[in-house]
């Protein structure tokens, strides 16, 4: 099995900043893609930003510029920094990352949410 443990939310003014942590723990042979999803109330999940274990990123057109995504690949951990938050970024925030196992087969996993609030 594989855990995801996430840290880093909590409630933070307009224009400031948090960082989000996902660290991956378990039955892992590697990880190919980790990223962040948000979910705010009444709307469906999206994705935030994505990155690969070679380093390659994806941005939701709506953080691009204001957040930024990096990883530890050693450690299984992947890093969200969200500078210049807007009301608009209020939602749970989810960690996800697709695990590789020695079979060569590929699972997503989720974290279990950390809520991240932005006041005006």
């Known amino acids: 099995q594989v855990q995801l443990v996430e840290s880093g939310g909590g409630l933070v003014q307009a224009g400031g900043s948090l960082r989000l942590s996902c660290a991956a723990s378990?039955?892992?042979?590697?990880?190919?893609?980790m990223g962040w999803y948000r979910q705010a109330p009444g709307k469906q999940r999206e994705l935030v930003a994505a990155?690969?274990?070679?380093?390659?990123?994806n941005y939701a057109d709506s953080v691009k510029g204001r957040f930024t995504l990096s990883r530890d690949n050693a450690k299984n951990i992947v890093y969200l920094q969200m500078n210049s938050l807007k009301p608009e970024d209020t939602a749970v925030y989810y960690c996800?990352?697709?695990?590789?196992?020695?079979?060569?087969?590929?699972?997503?996993?989720w974290g279990q949410g950390t809520q991240v609030t932005v006041s005006s």
């Open positions: 378990g039955s892992i042979f590697s990880i190919n893609v």
């Open positions: 996800n990352a697709g695990v590789v196992d020695v079979t060569d087969s590929t699972f997503h996993y």
């Open positions: 990155i690969t274990s070679g380093g390659s990123t």
